[in-house]
């Protein structure tokens, strides 16, 4: 199985100030059949579903503000949420489709300061 | 707009049965590869399995934990995803999300989720 490691756990970061969330896969998740990654990012609010943000590691799904990027390669990804905004309070899921199983990071929970 | 509503949930003992299904609309839900994603109160995210689109051979996936348990089937003239769920542990409690795959990635359109709890 494609072990997801998410860094930090929890992340603390003041309105309007960068937040940045690491993402490594245990294996490559570069596919073979059309040279993308296969690695998305969700972000779930309380009560709420995950909802995608990023595919294909750095693909903004439509409708989701710039000021969500997604980067990286191979086996090491970041989610980065340039300029923090209240609404932006919120668990973060990275996600491998490459191989199955499927597999998340354990989630990074990102609070206001 | 994409809608995905699961029912058949709720509260079953031990070794115990539920099927899960899940109604979809605003897309063509025969084009879908669709899959099950559940979540422990409290915890992550956890793949529980995946049905391909007919076309694709309508083969199904699963996780560890619950590969001869759980079964995922569709009904494509329905618009909804089934997922039988037998011999039920504790830990299979969770919140269980229907998703859909409508082609950025295979978990693009999420279910507000349905709650399964298994206690005795």
């Known amino acids: 199985d494609i072990v997801m490691t998410q860094s930090p756990d929890s992340l603390a970061v003041s309105l309007g100030e960068r937040a940045t969330i690491s993402c490594k896969s245990s294996?490559?998740?570069?596919?073979?059949?059309?040279?993308?990654?296969?690695l998305a990012w969700y972000q779930q609010k309380p009560g709420q579903p995950p909802k995608l943000l990023i595919y294909?590691?750095?693909a903004r799904e439509s409708g989701v503000p710039d000021r969500f990027s997604g980067s990286g390669s191979g086996t090491d990804f970041t989610l980065t949420i340039s300029s923090l905004q209240a609404e932006d309070v919120a668990a973060y899921y990275c996600?491998?489709?490459?191989?199955?199983?499927?597999?998340f990071g354990r989630g990074t929970k990102v609070e206001t300061k | 707009e994409v809608q995905l509503v699961e029912s058949g949930g709720g509260l079953v003992k031990p070794g115990g049965s539920l099927r899960l299904s899940c109604a979809t609309s605003?897309?063509?839900?025969?084009?879908?590869?669709m899959s099950w994603v559940r979540q422990a109160p409290g915890k992550g995210l956890e793949w529980v399995g995946r049905?391909?689109?007919?076309?694709?051979?309508?083969?199904?996936d699963y996780a560890a934990p619950v590969k001869g348990r759980f079964t995922i089937s569709r009904d494509d003239s329905e618009n909804t995803l089934y997922m039988q769920m037998n011999s039920l542990k504790t830990e299979d409690t969770a919140l269980y999300y229907c998703?859909?795959?409508?082609?950025?990635?295979?978990?693009?359109?999420w279910g507000q989720g349905i709650l399964v709890t298994v206690s005795s």
């Open positions: 998703v859909a795959g409508l082609g950025a990635t295979p978990l693009d359109a």
């Open positions: 605003g897309f063509t839900f025969s084009n879908a590869w």
């Open positions: 049905i391909k689109r007919i076309i694709d051979g309508g083969a199904t």
């Open positions: 294996q490559s998740v570069l596919s073979s059949s059309n040279n993308k990654n296969c």
């Open positions: 294909w590691a750095s």
């Open positions: 996600h491998q489709h490459c191989s199955i199983p499927w597999t």
